[in-house]
Nanobody, 117 residues
């Protein structure tokens, strides 16, 4: 059974930093592309960061220069370092694993990030 468990969210002031983690189990982690999505209240879920199985990364324009995605295949974990947090970064952040076959698409339950003065 595949499980993705996010952690690291919390309440932070503008300008602060957080590191989100997503621990994966039940899959061959190194073979999966990994994504971080977020969903703000009343808005659609959006992709913010992507890392391929080979380590190539891509970011949404709104977070470039502030967010960094990384992975540790030895620990089956993907990270999202979030710096210079803004109130508009407030959202539930979700981890997503995508494999090379249709149906290999898994989600965590999310971790809440709240940015408030």
């Amino acid at each position: 059974q595949v499980q993705l468990v996010e952690s690291g969210g919390g309440l932070v002031q503008p300008g602060g930093s957080l590191r989100l983690s997503c621990a994966a189990s039940g899959l061959t982690f190194s073979r999966y592309d990994m994504n971080w999505y977020r969903q703000a209240p009343g808005k659609q879920r959006e992709l913010v960061a992507h890392i391929t199985s080979g380590g190539n990364t891509n970011y949404a324009d709104s977070v470039k220069g502030r967010f960094t995605i990384s992975r540790d295949n030895a620990k089956n974990t993907v990270y999202l370092q979030i710096n210079s947090l803004k109130p508009e970064d407030t959202a539930v952040y979700y981890c997503n694993a995508v494999g090379f076959l249709k149906g290999m698409d898994y989600w965590g339950k999310g971790t809440l990030v709240t940015v408030v003065s």
